[in-house]
C-alpha cells in the first residue's frame, strides 16, 4: 500500500489491485484508512492506542471468582 501512495495512486486505483486477493482482500473501508494513514506520513499499519478499559478481563481474581460462582451454581 505504501508504495501505492509513493507512486501517486489514489485509493481506489489501490483498492482496485488488491482486489486480486479476492476473500482475503482488506474491506475497501479499511484499504481507505491505511491509504489516508501513508499519505500523511505514517509508516506503520498497527492501530491506535485506545484509551479505555483493557483489551481482557481475563485475570487470576477473575478466573477464581468465575469458578466459584459456577461452584455455588452446580452444588
Same mark, same amino acid.
Given at each position: 500500500?505504501?508504495?501505492?501512495?509513493?507512486?501517486? &495512486?489514489?485509493?481506489? *486505483?489501490?483498492?482496485?489491485?488488491?482486489?486480486?486477493?479476492?476473500?482475503?482482500?482488506?474491506?475497501? =473501508?479499511?484499504?481507505?484508512?491505511?491509504?489516508?494513514?501513508? &499519505?500523511?506520513?505514517? *509508516?506503520?499499519?498497527?492501530?491506535?492506542?485506545?484509551p479505555g478499559c483493557p483489551s481482557t478481563s481475563k =485475570?487470576?481474581?477473575?478466573?477464581?471468582?468465575?469458578?466459584?460462582?459456577?461452584?455455588?451454581?452446580?452444588?
Open positions: 500500500m505504501k508504495f501505492c501512495v509513493k507512486l501517486g &495512486k489514489c485509493a481506489t *486505483e489501490m483498492y482496485n489491485l488488491l482486489k486480486v486477493y479476492g476473500n482475503e482482500c482488506l474491506s475497501r =473501508t479499511q484499504v481507505f484508512e491505511r491509504f489516508e494513514r501513508f &499519505k500523511e506520513g505514517r *509508516e506503520e499499519i498497527g492501530d491506535d492506542q485506545r =485475570t487470576d481474581a477473575n478466573i477464581e471468582k468465575s469458578v466459584k460462582l459456577l461452584e455455588k451454581i452446580v452444588a
